[in-house]
């Protein structure tokens, strides 16, 4: 549940995969970013906590897909960063499966709220730990996951669901690894050319 660290980190996440493109290694990477304040935060705990948790989250996203997140257009690189989120985190990636996606391929265009709060209900049967998420957290971690969603334009401001527009680079890109992946994003089987889930 680290997540609530921040947002998609759009800025931050293609600067880092820049720099290890650049040097290879991610504790190099790591070492420059919180030698030089790279992120130019105002605190080192700030800087480390943010270094940390876009290297945790790039780190999943292979080199071909790095590569495309230094090249590719502002919003191939926010679908990037998604599927980067959902990889690192498989609360996101459930809620992606089930609730996002569900929601749009049976035309409710709307995410509300409640969703969130009825997945998490339904996610704690399974995950005793998430018993032990306050009520405050709870609301913290449903506030991120629908800013990361607006940040990838997944989901506008007023919760309605927006299809994502996979060009055909990215998801040939994106089923060179699995493709369950492409399942985290909104759209309809026949955009995703072949894909059964």
């Given amino acids: 549940m680290s997540f609530t660290t921040g947002s998609l980190f759009h800025h931050e996440s293609v600067k880092l995969a820049a720099l290890y493109l650049d040097l290879g290694d991610w504790r190099s990477v790591r070492d420059k970013v919180i030698a030089e304040n790279l992120l130019q935060t105002r605190t080192l705990n700030t800087l480390k906590r943010v270094c940390r948790e876009v290297i945790s989250r790039i780190r999943t996203l292979s080199l071909g897909e790095l590569e495309f997140l230094i090249d590719g257009s502002h919003q191939e690189q926010a679908y990037l960063l998604w599927l980067a989120v959902c990889r690192r985190y498989r609360f996101i990636a459930d809620f992606a499966v089930e609730v996002l996606r569900e929601r749009y391929i049976t035309l409710k265009s709307d995410l509300t709220h409640e969703e969130f709060d009825s997945f ?10 998430l018993d032990a998420v306050t009520p405050t957290t709870r609301d913290k971690l449903r506030q991120v996951l629908f800013k990361m969603l607006r940040e990838a334009d997944l989901l506008t401001a007023n919760n309605m669901i927006h299809a994502a527009m996979l060009s055909p680079r990215l998801l040939d890109l994106i089923l060179q690894g699995s493709r369950r992946d492409v399942l985290y994003f909104p759209a309809f089987e026949s955009d995703l050319t072949g894909i059964k889930p």
């Fill in 120 to 129: 998490f209900n339904r996610q704690s049967e399974w995950h005793l730990e």
